[in-house]
């Protein structure tokens, strides 16, 4: 069965640290490839995702993350945090418009 | 444009009881997903309905829980004879068709059974 992984359950970060945050899954066939962040008291909304193509994708933010096939790995990357971005982060695959198997997620904090 | 809807935002049921939980998806997308959002099971896929295909329900956790879409449009999530353990936020998302493969989701119910 497919299965999602995140490294970390809970980051804490100083403003303008850097941040990635791990995410392997679990799956031969093709898929595709999201992160979601879930802001204090507000609904999961699509920060990045992948489908084809450059490996390297560029989301909101100033986030990014990038695919690498041969370790089934989809990290998560921000050069330099915000208090702003406290949030949880969840990182989900598909295989192609079915159901979403998400991470069990990663609490961010950013310390201002 | 407006997003996903659900409603109720909150629910205090008494154990036993029946809910229905409705959601309304982003006019236009021809498929819906219902997840729910625990403390101790994280984001878990319930079911999925594509046009006018068979619901795939292979999430649904017993036969006390089933859903309908009606129209091709809203959807209601039934919980019979409910339990503590399905005390979850219960999450409604909606998506395009044409290869758009990102899910667009709501806010959420917020289901506690006493």
């Known amino acids: 069965a497919q299965s999602v992984s995140q490294h970390n359950h809970h980051v804490i970060l100083s403003e303008a640290a850097s941040l990635e945050l791990g995410c392997n899954y679990s799956?031969?066939?093709?898929?595709?490839l999201f992160w979601y962040v879930q802001y204090p008291g507000q609904h999961l909304q699509l920060l990045l995702k992948?489908?084809?193509?450059?490996?390297l994708v560029k989301g909101i933010k100033g986030f990014e993350a990038e695919f690498i096939k041969s370790k089934f790995s989809f990290n998560l990357r921000k050069p330099s945090v915000q208090w702003s971005d406290t949030a949880e982060y969840f990182c989900?695959?598909?295989?192609?418009?079915?159901?979403?198997?998400f991470g069990q997620g990663t609490e961010l904090s950013v310390k201002p | 444009g407006a997003g996903v809807s659900q409603s109720p935002s909150n629910k205090v049921t008494e154990k036993g009881k029946d809910v229905e939980l409705r959601c309304d998806p982003i006019?236009?997308?021809?498929?819906l997903y219902w997840y729910r959002q625990s403390l101790g099971q994280g984001l878990e896929f319930l079911i999925y309905?594509?046009?006018?295909?068979?619901?795939?329900k292979s999430g649904l956790p017993s036969d006390r829980f089933s859903a309908e879409r009606t129209g091709g449009s809203v959807s209601t999530l039934t919980i019979q004879r409910t339990q503590q353990e399905d005390s979850a936020v219960y999450l409604c998302?909606?998506?395009?068709?044409?290869?758009?493969?990102?899910?667009?989701f709501g806010p959420g119910t917020r289901l506690t059974v006493t």
């Open positions: 998302a909606s998506r395009g068709s044409g290869g758009a493969y990102e899910q667009y």
């Open positions: 799956y031969g066939g093709t898929v595709n």
């Open positions: 992948y489908f084809s193509g450059d490996p």
């Open positions: 989900a695959v598909d295989n192609q418009g079915g159901k979403l198997i």
């Open positions: 006019s236009g997308h021809t498929a």
């Open positions: 309905f594509q046009g006018n295909s068979a619901p795939d």
